[in-house]
């Protein structure tokens, strides 16, 4: 049993342990329905973009501790989107390792968070680092399966997330910076 002050001070960690206990568990239903993609059946709720940003950045804590990324937020939405909270995280985490992982490589650099209202129906959240950037033959296969520069990775990351993305109603791109690295921007349907 631990004590009213040490539970306080863990409370937020256990928290989102437990939300990421939920989240396998959703990862683990998706694989299971990997035949029927369309029969997913998800806990959608209200969420703000900042919020969820701000929870995958404690999620990442470990792998920004350990490099010289310098971390700028830029959060001017003033409305939520309505997904499922695990799904989202799953996006935005593997946006952010992606991102820290680019910038590993160049010694560190700067993470820019942003989010915005972009139009009457939608808001957006863009990752974006001060990596090497994505290769044109890269760029323009992306989101597709297997797709991967990476030593240790499979190529299934942003072919899924695309497919969490769009099955809310949104969208995902990259984009090369003109000042250089990489942009990732989600467009998801807002909530009124």
């Given at each position: 049993m631990l004590d009213a002050d040490t539970a306080a001070r863990v409370a937020p960690e256990l928290k989102l342990v437990d939300e990421q206990i939920q989240r396998m568990r959703l990862i683990v239903a998706q694989l299971l329905q990997f035949a029927r993609p369309t029969e997913f059946a998800g806990y959608v709720e209200t969420l703000a973009p900042e919020q969820a940003l701000e929870d995958c950045l404690v999620l990442v804590g470990h792998l920004l501790a350990?490099?010289?990324v310098?971390?700028?937020r830029d959060f001017s939405a003033t409305r939520a989107v309505a997904v499922n909270r695990q799904e989202l995280q799953q996006v935005l985490v593997n946006l952010l390792v992606n991102a820290v992982q680019a910038m590993e490589a160049k010694g560190g650099g700067t993470l820019s968070l942003a989010t915005r209202d972009a139009d009457?129906?939608?808001?957006?959240?863009?990752v974006a680092d001060t990596g090497p950037g994505l290769a044109p033959d890269l760029l323009a296969q992306l989101?597709?399966?297997?797709?991967t520069r990476k030593?240790?990775?499979?190529g299934l990351g942003l072919w899924i997330s695309r497919g969490i993305v769009e099955?809310?109603?949104?969208?995902?791109?990259a984009a090369n910076r003109p000042e250089g690295g990489a942009r990732f921007t989600l467009r998801l349907r807002s909530e009124r």
């Open positions: 350990r490099t010289r310098e971390l700028h009457a129906d939608a808001v957006e959240i863009s989101f597709q399966p297997f797709v030593r240790e990775g499979t099955r809310y109603g949104g969208d995902i791109t």
